[in-house]
Nanobody, 120 residues
Framework: QVHLVESGGGSVHTGGSLRLSCAAS????????MSWHRQAPGKQRELVAA???????DYADSVKGRFAISRDNAKNTVYLQMNNLKPEDTAVYYC??????????????WGQGTQVTVSS
């Protein structure tokens, strides 16, 4: 079994910053892909940023230049530095990990979500 634990959400004003963390633990062999997604009320969940274990990164257009994803592969942890936050960034943010488990096979795991609220 694999568990993802997120932290770092909160409430800020427009222009503020937050840093999210997501640590994976359990029967992990390696994690080829870790990503952040978000879901605002009444909207579908969307990809925010993704990073492979080799360092390839992708961002949603709406966050390019403001958000930065990074990983510590030794700690199975992914981070999301969010700067210049806007009210439209308000959402529940979820960590996702594509994990190769020690018993073999690849599986997707999700964190429990952390609320980010940006007020004007």
């Amino acid at each position: 079994q694999v568990h993802l634990v997120e932290s770092g959400g909160g409430s800020v004003h427009t222009g503020g910053s937050l840093r999210l963390s997501c640590a994976a633990s359990g029967s992990i062999d390696n994690i080829p892909l870790m990503s952040w997604h978000r879901q605002a009320p009444g909207k579908q969940r969307e990809l925010v940023a993704a990073m492979t274990s080799g360092g390839t990164i992708d961002y949603a257009d709406s966050v390019k230049g403001r958000f930065a994803i990074s990983r510590d592969n030794a700690k199975n942890t992914v981070y999301l530095q969010m700067n210049n936050l806007k009210p439209e960034d308000t959402a529940v943010y979820y960590c996702r990990a594509g994990v190769v488990v020690t018993s073999g096979g690849g599986y997707d795991f999700w964190g429990q979500g952390t609320q980010v609220t940006v007020s004007s």
